[in-house]
């Protein structure tokens, strides 16, 4: 397990998360609660964004891969994961927003939202950084043994299987 002691916190994302609405996203209404963590160390999935239930409304989480709290993740590849799951919650997935699309990437939508958006510079250099450093910041993938599960037979089928 990995401890992190730089200022990255849940906190710091919340702040993260209201600098990137206001900035690019001003004209989605913010129609229910969405928070934001860190969630644990994922190597494949970045963020994701999910309905969490209330009594009677429900809010939307955001969760971003815990390895972001390292500070050789550059900031701009936070924010380029924190504005992709703001265009899932546009489109209205994981949202009371109406649902623009049967599929949440259908037809690249995500990425044509983040270039409509101005952020397609962001996008890039996110891409660009993934491919080429983030192979040192999550470590070399360690292979689980596979178990092979033993099939076990009574001792009359065992006498009479090769008959």
Not at 111 to 139: F, P, S, T, Y
């Amino acid at each position: 397990m990995r401890y992190y002691l730089g200022m990255r916190n849940n906190e710091w994302l919340d702040q993260k998360l209201d600098y990137i609405w206001q900035t690019y996203f001003a004209n989605v209404p913010r129609s229910n609660e969405v928070s934001i963590a860190f969630g644990r160390c994922a190597r494949t999935r970045l963020g994701s964004i999910r309905k969490t239930s209330r009594k009677s409304d429900f809010a939307s989480q955001i969760l971003i891969t815990g390895y972001f709290k390292d500070e050789k993740v550059p900031e701009h590849i936070i924010e380029a994961v924190i504005a992709h799951e703001l265009c899932h919650y546009a489109h209205g997935f994981s949202s009371p927003l109406p649902q623009l699309f049967k599929y949440p990437h259908q037809g690249r939508a995500v990425d044509r939202e983040m270039i409509k958006r101005g952020l397609g510079d962001i996008l890039l250099a996110q891409n660009k950084w993934l491919k080429n450093e983030w192979k040192a910041v999550i470590g070399p993938v360690k292979r689980r043994r596979r178990v092979r599960k033993v099939r076990r037979t009574s001792i009359f089928q065992f006498l009479f299987s090769n008959s």
